[in-house]
């Protein structure tokens, strides 16, 4: 399996910008189709975006306009671009890996990820 380790979380305030990193080793990183989730206390993770291995993104309605996924297989990481953020978008973000084989997928349930990082705390103050 993929180790992933995620960086670049923090506090920021409402209409603020981070940028999100998961590192993975282990691994031939193209081989993965990417994601990113997010828990808020007392709520379900959920989906917010996902990179196939060809590259192509995907979005939650509730990201779309203000986030962006990126992938780097040179580097062998996946970057979460978060703009105007919103008090809503406060959470854990979680990065995950699914081997696949199809270069197009891109992943968006929960339960088919493979490997998972430790999460990294994002709160947007307002």
């Known amino acids: 399996q993929v180790q992933l380790v995620e960086s670049g979380g923090g506090l920021v305030q409402a209409g603020g910008s981070l940028r999100l990193s998961c590192a993975a080793s282990?691994?031939?990183?193209?081989?993965?189709?990417m994601g990113w989730f997010r828990q808020a206390p007392g709520k379900e993770r959920e989906f917010v975006a996902g990179v196939s291995r060809s590259g192509g993104p995907r979005y939650a309605d509730s990201v779309k306009g203000r986030f962006a996924i990126s992938r780097d297989n040179a580097k062998s990481t996946v970057y979460l671009q978060m703009n105007s953020l919103k008090p809503e978008d406060t959470a854990v973000y979680y990065c995950?890996?699914?081997?696949?084989?199809?270069?197009?997928?891109?992943?968006?349930?929960?339960?088919?990820?493979?490997?998972w990082g430790q999460g990294t705390q994002v709160t947007v103050s307002s």
């Open positions: 995950a890996a699914d081997s696949v084989k199809y270069i197009a997928v891109v992943v968006t349930t929960a339960s088919e990820y493979d490997c």
């Open positions: 282990g691994r031939t990183f193209s081989n993965y189709a």
